[in-house]
Nanobody, 116 residues
Framework: QVQLVESGGGLVQPGGSLRLSCAASGSIFSINTMGWHRQAPGKQRELVASITGGGSRNYADAVKGRFTISRDNAKNTVFLQMTGLKPEDTAVYYC??????????WGQGTQVTVSS
């Protein structure tokens, strides 16, 4: 089994910054990608950003230029640096790990609230 533990969510004012972390542990044999999704109330879960083991990054259009994803392969940890936060970024953010056989593990989610 694989466990994903997220941290770093919270309340921030518009224009502020937050850094999310997600550490994977357990029976990790081969990771394809790690990334972040988010789900706002009444909306479907959507991709925010993902990164492969080789460092290739993919971002949702809504966060390009504001969010940066990075990864520490040695520690099986993925980070999401969020800057220029907007109220529409308010959501529960979920970490996802996809294995080399395309099985997905999810974290429990961390709340990000952007409000004045």
């Amino acid at each position: 089994q694989v466990q994903l533990v997220e941290s770093g969510g919270g309340l921030v004012q518009p224009g502020g910054s937050l850094r999310l972390s997600c550490a994977a542990s357990g029976s990790i044999f081969s990771i394809n990608t790690m990334g972040w999704h988010r789900q706002a109330p009444g909306k479907q879960r959507e991709l925010v950003a993902s990164i492969t083991g080789g460092g290739s990054r993919n971002y949702a259009d809504a966060v390009k230029g504001r969010f940066t994803i990075s990864r520490d392969n040695a520690k099986n940890t993925v980070f999401l640096q969020m800057t220029g936060l907007k109220p529409e970024d308010t959501a529960v953010y979920y970490c996802k790990l996809r294995t080399s056989v395309y099985y997905d593990y999810w974290g429990q989610g961390t709340q990000v609230t952007v409000s004045s």
